[in-house]
Antibody, heavy 123, light 107 residues
Framework: EVQLVESGGGLVQPGRSLRLSCSAS????????VSWFRQAPGQGLEWVGF???????????EYAASVQGRFTISRDDSDSTAYLRMNSLKTEDTAVYYC?????????????WGQGTLVTVSS | EIVLTQSPDFQSVTPKEKVTITCRAS??????LHWYQQKPNQSPKLLIK???QSNSGVPSRFSGSGSGTYFTLTINNLETEDAATYYC?????????FGGGTKVEIK
């Protein structure tokens, strides 16, 4: 059974950093894109970025314009874990953050999602 | 960026009714349009992929159709468990985008 579990959320002050983790099981992690999404309180879904599998696409990354240059996605295939490093956090980054995987390695829609982790950026 | 415009924003319906949600794309997105269901305090669930293909385990009352820039999600014979917010999503090009969501309430 595919499982994705996010962790690392919490309360952080504006301008500070936070790193989220996405621990995966039940599939060959290294073969798949891992994407991050977020959902601000009471709002819709927003794509944050993704990291491709290293085997087929060199582990390259893509980001939404709203986080480009502040957020970094990485992966440790030996540990089946993806990370979202968030720097220079702003109040508008407050959201539930989800990681997700596609049904096939490099597809860009997602059939497995984690339960989410809440990040609150506030002084 | 491809903008997806969903309508309506909210719909209140009685059980067994039919619900139709539309999603318009700002440009042609071929078959790269998908639908998700999100219930309160839950993560999104993929319902329909590539316009009309039901994801595994999705009840047959959910169906998708459309082409080019106009797409619909239909829920036939609505059940109380279908109370949720529904989002369309395009994977034609980056950035990946979602519609604003349609909240379906059961009367």
């Amino acid at each position: 059974e595919v499982q994705l579990v996010e962790s690392g959320g919490g309360l952080v002050q504006p301008g500070r950093s936070l790193r989220l983790s996405c621990s995966a099981s039940g599939f060959t992690f290294g073969d798949y894109i891992v994407s991050w999404f977020r959902q601000a309180p009471g709002q819709g879904l927003e794509w944050v970025g993704f990291i491709r599998g290293k085997a087929y696409s060199g582990g390259t990354t893509e980001y939404a314009a709203s986080v480009q240059g502040r957020f970094t996605i990485s992966r440790d295939d030996s540990d089946s874990t993806a990370y979202l490093r968030m720097n220079s956090l702003k109040t508008e980054d407050t959201a539930v953050y989800y990681c997700a995987k596609p049904p096939y390695g490099n597809y860009w829609y997602f059939d497995s999602w984690g339960q989410g982790t809440l990040v609150t950026v506030s002084s | 960026e491809i903008v997806l415009t969903q309508s309506p924003d909210f719909q209140s319906v009685t059980p067994k009714e039919k619900v139709t949600i539309t999603c318009r794309a700002s440009q042609n997105i071929d078959i790269n349009l998908h639908w998700y269901q999100q219930k309160p305090n839950q993560s999104p669930k993929l319902l329909i992929k590539s316009i009309s293909q039901s994801n595994s385990g999705v009840p047959s009352r959910f169906s998708g159709s459309g082409s080019g820039t106009y797409f619909t999600l239909t829920i036939n014979n609505l059940e109380t468990e279908d109370a949720a917010t529904y989002y369309c999503h395009q994977s034609q090009s980056l950035p990946l985008t979602f519609g604003g969501g349609t909240k379906v309430e059961i009367k």
